[in-house]
């Protein structure tokens, strides 16, 4: 028998936030200071650590995403865990689509976009395939808003 997967609560997503938050600090500065070597996985899936640029603040935040290489391109997807609302990070990301990127121990810039509804049908088999959660993070999400797939495009 499977278990229908239902929305978080308020209260479970105030914690998954604050969850989310220090935690994604804490990865993003072990990140940074090993070069990559040390925390870069999240439940067995690979992590880099993206520098965004606030679009209220203009400060730059090191966040801890997901991520598949698409050739030269890096792709995130803005799930936050199954929550009800879209990222911050997704948010500042599309404000301020210039990025940088550390991917173990290579850091690039990148300008951020939208995958085109074509690049997401290619892209989501490989982003399922690279982390199980997704499955039932869209299934928390279904019908209460899209779960945009940014391609992070590298600056030559």
Known sequence: MTEEV?????????????????IGTWQAWVYSISNGRLWNTF??????VFTITGRKTGKTRKIPLLFIEDGENVV?????GGMSTLPIWYKNMVANPA????VYGNRNSYVARHATPEEEERLWPALDA??????????????RREVPVMILERVK
Do not use: H
């Not at 439940?43 to 880099?48: D, R, S």
């Not at 990025?99 to 550390?102: E, K, L, P, S």
């Not at 690279?130 to 019908?143: N, S, T």
């Open 130 to 143: 690279m982390y199980e959660g997704y499955a039932e993070y869209k299934a928390r999400i279904d019908g």
């Open 6 to 22: 239902k929305p978080f609560t308020p209260g479970q997503e105030k914690f998954g936030r604050f969850f989310i938050k220090n």
């Open 76 to 80: 995130v997807v803005a799930t936050q």
């Open 43 to 48: 439940l067995g899936a690979p992590v880099a």
């Open 99 to 102: 990025v940088d990127c550390q």
